[in-house]
């Protein structure tokens, strides 16, 4: 249980610290681009977040296929890049999300 719990909270850190990195990279991306409004972030959220996403799922697949006739240490290193999959999607789907969230309430006001 206490093996379980530890890597739980190391999923959550990891996926907070990829997640800061993103919201930041993408709010100097966007400041350096000339996008100053709440609502041009909020695009360039989702954008980033969209990019996160598919990368995860472009590397799954790409692991997936190089490891699908090797040895069992292979397997091992499939299922380490299953985490990055995870951690990959997780953070594009929180930053497309909060992208959205931010456009509609900016919409709103």
Do not use: P
């Not at 206490?2 to 100097?28: D, I, N, P, R, Y």
Request: net charge positive; with cysteine; charged share 10%.
């Amino acid at each position: 249980m206490h093996q379980q719990s530890s890597s739980v909270s190391h999923f959550v850190k990891t996926a907070a610290l990829v997640e800061l990195g993103v919201v930041l990279g993408t709010a100097l991306v966007c400041w350096l681009g000339g996008w100053r409004t709440l609502s041009e972030y909020g695009t360039g959220l989702t954008i980033a977040g969209a990019v996160v996403f598919c990368s995860g799922w472009s590397f799954l697949m790409g692991t997936a296929k190089s490891y699908r006739n090797r040895s069992r240490s292979a397997t091992a290193a499939f299922v380490e890049s299953n985490t990055l999959f995870r951690i990959t999607t997780a953070v594009g789907a929180v930053s497309a999300a909060l992208g959205g969230l931010i456009h509609l309430a900016t919409q709103l006001h």
